[in-house]
C-alpha cells in the first residue's frame, strides 16, 4: 500500500466538491450544503484563491482530502494554517492517510514559518478528538467558536 499527498488541481473540482458533500454527511451537516461548485473552484483555483486543496491517495487513488488556508496570531506575529476540512473515506480510514494528510500540513507548517496549525471539531465526534489528540493536539476549551452569518451579517455589515 502506497500513502501520497498532492496538490488539487483544477481537474479535481468535481472530486473535492464530492468530498465536501460526504464530510457534511458525516457530520449530519449536508442540510447546510449551499455551495456553487463553479463559485468554489473559483475561490480554490482562482486569480486570488482563498484556500488550498491536497488530496490523499491509496495506490494511485484518491481517498480524502484536506481543505486549508492560512490565518494570523498577532500574539505570535506569525501566519498560521487552519484547516477547515478533513475527510477520509470510512473504507481507507485506518490505512494512516488521515495521519499522513495532518503530517503533510504540519510539514507545510514549518516549511512556511508558521506558529501553528490548527482546527475545529465537532464535540461529539469522539473518534476524531481521540485521534487527534494521540497525534499531540490539544482541546482549546477555554475558547468558543463564534460565527455572524446570513441575516445578521447582512445587519451588521449595513451599521
Known amino acids: 500500500m502506497t500513502l501520497s499527498i498532492r496538490p488539487a488541481t483544477a481537474a479535481d ?22 455551495f456553487d461548485e463553479t463559485k468554489l473552484g473559483e475561490n480554490l ?13 491509496i495506490d ?15 500574539f505570535e506575529g506569525k501566519p498560521g494554517i487552519y484547516l477547515e476540512d478533513l475527510f477520509v473515506r470510512p473504507e481507507a480510514r485506518g490505512s494512516g492517510l488521515g495521519k499522513a494528510l495532518l503530517a503533510h500540513l504540519a510539514g507545510l507548517v514549518v516549511e512556511r514559518d508558521c506558529a501553528r496549525l490548527e482546527w475545529s471539531v465537532l464535540d ?8 487527534y489528540q494521540s497525534l499531540g493536539a490539544k482541546l482549546m476549551d477555554e475558547w ?6 446570513g441575516e445578521a451579517l447582512t445587519k451588521l455589515a449595513s451599521s
Open 60 to 74: 494511485g487513488a484518491a481517498q480524502g482530502f484536506a481543505l486549508f488556508f492560512h490565518n494570523f496570531s498577532t
Open 144 to 149: 468558543t467558536v463564534m460565527r455572524v452569518d
Open 13 to 34: 473540482l468535481p472530486l473535492i466538491a464530492q468530498f465536501i458533500r460526504y464530510l457534511a454527511d458525516y457530520e449530519k451537516l449536508a442540510h447546510e450544503v449551499r
Open 45 to 57: 483555483f482562482g486569480p486570488r484563491p482563498y484556500a488550498e486543496v491536497v488530496i490523499g491517495e
Open 124 to 131: 461529539w465526534n469522539a473518534p476524531a478528538i481521540g485521534f
